[in-house]
C-alpha cells in the first residue's frame, strides 16, 4: 500500500511540472508575439516619421529652386526688356534720321531752279550775271553760283560778299530780328546798295529745309548736317521739322 502511494505522488508531481513547463512556455510565446508586433509598430512609426520629414525637405528644395528659376526668368525680363527698349531707341532714331535726310531737299520750294554744287557744265545759262567777290570772278544765274573750270564751269556755294540784282524765285523769309534775311537752298541773302548781299547766317536762326548735297555728320551722339561752311541741327518747332544754325 505505502509502494502505490508513492507511485502516486510521483505521478502527481511529475504531471505538476510537466503542466507548469507547458503553461510557462505558452505564456512566454503570447509575449514574444507581442513585443514583436509593438517592434513592427514602432518601425513602422519611425520609417513613417522619417518619410514625412524627408517629403518637407523635398518640397522646401524645390521652393528654393522654383524661386531661384523665376529670379532667373525675372533677370532675363529685365535683360530683354532693356534690349527691346536700346533697340526701340535705335530704330526711332534711324528713323529720325531717315526723315531729316529724305525731308531735307523735298521741303524746298517747288518749281525753284537748283543745282547740287560740284555739278559741271559745258557753258553758262543765258541772262547770266558776272560777280565778283572774295577775291575770285564768279557767275550767278537764278540762285546758283559758277565758277570756272578746267573744261567749262562748276556750281559753287555762294561767296559771301556778292551782290546779286535780286531774290531767286522761290526765296524764303527767314526770321532774324537783326534785318531782313531771305533764305534760298542755303545761301542767305539780305538787302543792300545796288541789290541784295550774300551773308553768312546768325546762329540760331531757323530753315524749313535744307538743298541736296549737305553731309551729315553725328557728334556725341546727336546728328548735324553740313552745307558749305555752315552746321545745322535737325529740330522739332510746333510739331515741324525744321534746321537751326549751330556753327558756321
Not at 523735298?106 to 557744265?121: D, L, N, Q, V
Not at 542767305?188 to 547766317?201: D, H, K, Q, W
Amino acid at each position: 500500500m505505502n509502494r502505490a502511494l508513492v507511485t502516486c505522488m510521483v505521478l502527481m508531481v511529475t504531471f505538476l511540472l510537466t503542466a507548469s513547463t507547458t503553461w510557462g512556455e505558452h505564456v512566454h510565446g503570447r509575449g514574444s508575439i507581442r513585443h514583436s508586433r509593438d517592434y513592427q509598430r514602432y518601425e513602422y512609426h519611425i520609417e513613417y516619421r522619417d518619410l514625412d520629414a524627408i517629403r518637407l525637405q523635398e518640397t522646401a528644395i524645390a521652393a528654393e529652386e522654383e524661386a531661384r528659376r523665376e529670379e532667373q526668368r525675372r533677370i532675363r525680363r529685365d535683360e530683354i526688356q532693356d534690349e527691346g527698349r536700346a533697340a526701340e531707341q535705335d530704330y526711332l532714331d534711324s528713323q529720325r534720321a531717315i526723315r531729316a535726310s529724305s525731308r531735307a531737299a523735298i521741303r524746298a520750294p517747288r518749281g525753284a531752279f537748283y543745282r547740287r554744287p560740284g555739278i559741271s557744265t559745258s557753258s553758262l545759262p543765258e541772262d547770266h550775271e558776272t560777280l565778283f567777290a572774295e577775291g575770285g570772278e564768279y557767275w550767278y544765274y537764278r540762285g546758283i553760283f559758277y565758277c570756272r573750270a578746267p573744261q567749262g564751269f562748276y556750281v559753287v556755294t555762294a561767296p559771301v560778299g556778292a551782290v546779286v540784282s535780286e531774290l531767286p524765285e522761290g526765296h524764303v523769309p527767314i526770321a532774324s530780328g537783326e534785318k531782313d534775311l531771305f533764305y534760298y537752298f542755303g545761301t542767305f541773302l539780305t538787302s543792300a546798295e545796288g541789290g541784295y548781299a550774300i551773308v553768312g547766317p546768325p546762329e540760331g536762326i531757323f530753315v524749313p529745309y535744307l538743298p541736296d548735297g549737305y553731309t551729315s555728320l553725328d557728334v556725341d551722339g546727336s546728328r548735324y548736317y553740313v552745307f558749305g561752311d555752315v552746321r545745322y541741327q535737325p529740330v522739332y518747332r510746333q510739331g515741324m521739322l525744321v534746321y537751326t544754325v549751330v556753327r558756321r
